[in-house]
């Protein structure tokens, strides 16, 4: 079955760039999802990748995807405080309609 | 533009009890999906409606059923209550009219079951 992988747990200082990793197993996935939580919160919607796609940036985000290696990778520069929360990769694959989640990467942002 | 909304956002229900969760799509859309996430966890897809049917289903007992009604708005409905259905339960929503798959997720309702 499909699987999403991802590091548990990520420190960094204010004013430095985090990056959050993430592999997926599944081949035939068609979007790929980076969503933020805050403590006690739903999801946000932060940015998402089409597979046809290597890199996409959206102001401090830029997403890299490696299609061969199924791996994705979510970039934020200049990370603030405000950054701080849990960081979901998701995958959704040709006709499925669910989204596949990983357990998350909690961004720990040090002043 | 209101987003996705859910009621109630937090609830305790006692075990062997059954629980209804309520959601608003955002506007424009029409699909609404669930998912339960476990503390620690990340979210796990129950079930999704479109056009008022379910149309896939994840990994859930029959204990969990849902509907659609005709203004796209949803019901998550949870019997016979269980101390491990305690979670945040999460409603999404998206639309297949549009190329772009962009999925919005709500707050959350968050169920304790004691």
Redesign the interface.
Known sequence: GEDVEQSLFLSVREGDSSVINCTYTDSSSTYLYWYKQEPGAGLQLLTYIFSNMDMKQDQRLTVLLNKKDKHLSLRIADTQTGDSAIYFCAEKGTGRRALTFGSGTRLQVQP | DAG?T?SPTHLIKTRGQQVTLRCSPKSGHD?V?W?QQAL??????IF?YYEEEE??R?NFPDRFSGHQFPNYSSELNVNALLLGDSA?Y?C?STTIKVA?????????SWLTVV
């Open positions: 996705v859910q699909t999906s998912y620690g966890q990340g979210p796990q897809f999704q149309r896939q994840g945040l999460l999404a772009v798959d962009t999925i919005y997720f709500g707050e959350g």
